[in-house]
């Protein structure tokens, strides 16, 4: 049988004619460029580089729209729509040889190795054996630019660093952050007078908790909402996602996991304690919530130490990556936790900090060689003993300031020349600037 009738038996033409309307048409359908955010203008510099660009995220957070939207980009800059090839394989299981061979024949007409082209390949982690197949490619092909895209971490990263090392930039799609959820619902705020727009801050921002930035469900009802996130993300990814790429004995036991960490958000992780619960030794639970975790469904906190092999043997707190999955897994979650779990999502956590007295901090950050610690108390009054624990951390740890995230209260608290700012968590741009200036100072 010749190649090219064993390509149109097994329907290859088909999905490339449909993945790839701008062969026809010059452009790409405006249904599938949707809404430019933030991310597609730092993506494009990733563009005139040798190196794979790889592209991952939560599934439904707009992976394949920004691809789309690069694409278009590279049309309307002159790039011959012929030289652009888009694949899911979150649609079939094919090859990547025989999608470029069939490519090369039919649609490009020139020899692969003489043209600059720009290869798409969506949902990638469901190839096998994906990081050695796209390493050929980059080897063989040095005028390929190649863009990948991977729902969470599922294998992302188990083999690529070490296959493709050097080969490869990685760009992460979030949800919306508040900023854009207001953009994208058309609310305009003047964000230099938050006081004067606070009752509808405080509004909006509930209403983003509860959405979790998804941008599908911007217009959803509750019950709409809870049916999507339930079945369309953590469903789908923890039982048909997470099996395809680890050896899971029971998927019903990872959303247990998940509703656990969603009715008790940042709880202390003790693996012994946890595997006897379910009845399996802790090697296995600490597996299985490593499998969340690169699922990016659930986010690790380490006790903070400038030793990191320190932090990594001391206590740890989970909690769920989106306060979305929260709210819909667990209802009646404390308002409390699920704000202090939106400041270790939107700040990308990746410690907490408790001594043996028991005194914590609930997030420090880290950058550019600063160290910020945050505590949220999101109740009606302040005492001493909300920034008991800050000022601790501060005095070991010798850094002037704390950031202390209320309901309403706006002070600043002093103490052995050591300074807690104060600030509500409704005067979000305050603390966006304020947390950005020491971390990044």
Known sequence: ?????????????????????????????????????????????????????LITGLRRVGKTTLM??????LLTTSINPYHILYFSFDEASLEPDSLLREFEIDILKKDLQDEKVFVFFDEIQKLKDWEAKIKILYDRHPRM????????QITMWRGSRESLAGRFFDVRVNPLTFDEYLQFKGISIDTDR???????????????????????????????????????LLERVVFVDIPQSFRIGSPELLFKLLEIAASRPGFYLDYKNLAN???????????YVACLESALLCQKLYNFSRNLMTSEKKIKRLYLSNTAF????????????????????????????????????DLVCTGDSAILPIEIKIREKIDKRDVQGLFKFMAIYEQATGILVTLNTEASYEKAGKRIIAIPYWRYWTLEREIAERIHR
């Open 68 to 73: 789309h939207q690069i694409i278009e980009s």
């Open 326 to 361: 929260t709210s819909v897994l667990s209802p009646q979650a404390d308002p409390s936790l699920v704000m202090e779990q939106y400041f270790v999502n939107r700040l990308h956590g990746r410690f907490f900090w408790r001594n043996t007295q028991k005194e914590e901090v």
């Open 277 to 287: 619960d379910f009845g399996m030794d802790q090697r296995t639970m600490a597996g």
């Open 194 to 232: 938050e006081k004067i727009f606070e009752k509808e801050i405080r509004r909006h921002f509930s209403e983003y908790l509860r959405s979790g930035g998804f941008i599908e469900t911007l217009n959803f009802n509750e019950v709409m909402l809870r049916k999507y996130i339930r079945e369309s």
């Open 145 to 152: 630019k190649i863009i990948l895209s991977g729902s969470a």
């Open 1 to 53: 049988m010749s190649l090219k009738s064993n390509f149109n038996d097994i329907g290859v033409q088909m999905y490339l004619d449909d993945f790839n309307p701008w062969w026809k048409k010059g452009h790409v359908p405006s249904y599938a460029v949707g809404r430019k955010r933030k991310i597609f203008q730092e993506t494009l510099p990733f563009l005139d580089t040798r190196q794979i660009l």
